[in-house]
C-alpha cells in the first residue's frame, strides 16, 4: 500500500512524456501539411487539396494497424481530426449541408470532414447542389437513404439535373431522443415536433408513451428542437447536436423504434476521385420502354461478378410511365471489369451517367 502513490506518479511521469512526443508529432505532421500546399500550388495554382481516396486509405491503414486497447474506429476518428487540422493549414475546406445547423446531416458532415472544416447549412437540398455547382464551397452532404425509412427522393432528383459528381459516403447511426425545454411542463406535453422521417422512425415508442400528444411534422429535427423553447407544452424528437446546441433536457434516449436505425449520406463535390483500393460506383440509367429491360439491365452484372449494393427506381422526366433506374455498385470506373460492364450497359440503354466512383465509408 505504501508504494502505491510512488507508481502512480511515475505513470503520471510517463503520460507527460508520451503526451510531449504525440504533441511533437502532431507539430511535425502540420509542418508537412504546409509543405505540401507549398508544392501543390507552386505546380498547380488549382490544386486540389482534399483527395477522398487517399484519406480512406490512410484511415483504413491506421484501423489495420491498431494494436488497442482503444477500438480500431475510436483511432480512426483521432486521426480524421489530425487530418482535418493539418488539411485546414493547407486550405481550408467549404462544406454545404442541408441545414439548419444541429442536423444529423451536419453531423455526417463532421464526422467526414472532422471539425476543422467550415460547415454551412442551407434550407434545401437543391441548395447545396447549387452551392457546389457554383464553386461558393468545396463540397456538399446530403442524405441519400434510411435504413428504415428508404431513399431521400429529393437528393436523387437533383442527381438527374446536375453535373456533380459523388466524392463520398458517410454512414451515420441514428439515435433519437425526446427533448424538452426547461420551461416545458413534462406532464403537459401534448405536440411532439419533428421531421417526418424521425417521427416515422419513432412511430411505435410515441404510440405507447404519447398516444395523444399530435404529431407535428416539420423541416428538420434541428428547428424542431429551436421551436419548443417558446412553447411549454411541447416536446421534440432530435439527436444530441440539436440537443446540446439549444440547451434542451433528454427525458428519453433512443427512442427509436429499431436500433439499427442508420442514414446514408452522399459527399458531393466536381471532382473525379481515383481508386482507393475500396470504392463503390453510382449510376443513373434510363432504360428503354420494352419487355426485358430490367433484365438486360441488370445481366451484365451479374456475367461479370459486379455486386450490386443499391438498386432504387424513380419516375422519368422525358415521358409517362418510363423509368430511370439509380443502381449502386462495388468497384471503380477506371477497372477493365466496370468498364467493359459499363460499355454493354450503354449499348442497352438509351441513357447512362456515372454520378461517381468514391472510396467506400470507412467511418
Known sequence: MTDTPVNLDSLRERIDELDN???RLISARADCAKQVAEVKT???PGAVFYRPEREAQVLRRIMELNP?????EEMARLFREIMSACLALEQPTKVAYLGPEGTFTQQAALKHFGESAVSMPMAAIDEVFREVEAGAVNYGVVPVENSTEGVVSHTLDSFMDS???ICGEVVLRIHHHLLVADTTLRDKVSRVYSHPQSLAQCRKWLDAHYPRAERVPVSSNAEAARMIKSEWHSAAIAGD???KLYGLEKVAEKIEDRPDNSTRFLIIGSQHVPMSGEDKTSIVVAMRNQPGALHDLLEPFHRHSI???????RPSRTGVWNYVFFIDFKGHVD???VAAVLEEVRLRASEVKVLGSYPVGVL
Do not use: F, K, V, W
Not at 488497442?68 to 480500431?72: C, M, Q, V
Not at 455486386?307 to 427506381?313: A, K
Open 21 to 23: 512526443e504525440i504533441l
Open 42 to 44: 507552386q505546380s498547380d
Open 68 to 72: 488497442g486497447p482503444l477500438n480500431s
Open 163 to 165: 453535373s456533380i459528381h
Open 241 to 243: 447536436m440539436a440537443a
Open 307 to 313: 455486386d450490386l449494393t443499391r438498386l432504387e427506381t
Open 335 to 337: 477497372e477493365p471489369r
